[in-house]
C-alpha cells in the first residue's frame, strides 16, 4: 500500500504526459469505435505518435486495460494512505465505496466492459504481477476494526472482506450490464451502507444507581 514515490524528471514527466495522451484518446476511440474495433493505427494517429512510440508504453491493445488494473492500484492505494488508514474501519470502508464509484462514474463504459472480460480472463496473471489493491485494503480495514475492537467480533476478516468484495464486484458488473446507470441511483449505497453500520460496536454508557443512606 503505502509507497516512497520520487520527483519526476523532466524526461520523465514528458513519458508521463504522452502516456496520459494515449489514455485520453483511448478513451475517446473507445466510445467512438468500442475497444473491439479500434486498432494500434487509430490510437497512433489520433494522438500523433508513431506506431513505435506506442509499443514503447504498451506491447499489445490488450496492455492497456492492463494498465487501467494498475490506475486503479495507485488511486485506492493512494486513498488507503492518505485517508482510510486513519479512520475508524466502518467509516473508511464506506468511504471506500463511495470513492470507488466516484472514480467508476468516470470510465468509459465501453472500457470498463472490455477491462472487465480481460480481467476475468488475466486475473492469475495480472495478481501475480501485482496484488489487487481492492481486496488487500478491505481485508486490512476489517483486521483493523477486528484487532481495535470497533467491530462486533464473531467473522474473521477473511469472512467479512471476502462478502464485501462480492458486493463490490457485484456492483462493477451491473455497472457494466447496465451500460453505465447502475450507479447513477442516488441512494444505490444504502444497503451496503446499513450492513457496514451493522457491524459497528457501539459505545455504551453505564448508569449508576444513586446511593442511598442506610435506614
Avoid at 495507485?74 to 464509484?101: P, R, T
Avoid at 495480472?126 to 470497533?150: C, D, H, R, Y
Wanted: aromatic residues 10%; glycine residues 6%.
Amino acid at each position: 500500500m503505502e509507497r516512497n514515490i520520487r520527483p519526476l524528471n523532466k524526461k520523465q514527466i514528458r513519458s508521463q504526459a504522452t502516456l496520459e495522451t494515449l489514455r485520453t484518446v483511448v478513451d475517446k476511440l473507445v466510445e467512438e469505435l468500442g475497444f473491439e474495433k479500434m486498432h494500434i493505427r487509430d490510437i497512433c494517429r489520433e494522438a500523433g505518435i508513431t506506431p513505435g512510440t506506442f509499443y514503447h508504453y504498451f506491447p499489445s491493445k490488450d496492455d492497456i486495460l492492463f494498465d487501467r488494473y494498475l490506475r486503479v492500484n495507485i488511486f485506492l492505494n493512494k486513498l488507503y494512505d492518505e485517508k482510510l488508514k486513519k479512520m475508524h474501519a466502518i467509516d473508511a470502508l464506506k468511504l471506500f465505496f463511495k470513492e470507488f464509484i466516484k472514480w467508476e462514474k468516470k470510465r468509459v463504459i465501453g472500457v470498463l466492459i472490455s477491462f472487465q472480460r480481460a480481467r476475468i480472463l488475466h486475473y492469475s496473471e495480472w495478481a501475480e504481477k501485482e496484488k489487487p489493491a481492492t481486496n488487500e485494503i478491505i481485508t486490512a480495514l476489517f483486521t483493523a476494526g477486528l484487532e481495535k475492537g470497533t467491530i462486533k467480533p464473531g467473522l474473521s476478516p477473511r469472512q467479512l472482506s471476502g462478502f464485501f468484495v462480492c458486493l463490490f464486484e457485484g456492483m462493477i458488473i451491473n455497472q457494466c450490464y447496465s451500460r453505465g446507470q447502475s450507479l447513477k441511483h442516488p441512494d444505490f449505497l444504502e444497503p451496503a451502507n446499513q450492513w457496514l453500520e451493522s457491524l459497528r460496536v457501539r459505545k455504551t454508557t453505564t448508569l449508576r444507581t444513586p446511593r442511598t443512606g442506610v435506614q
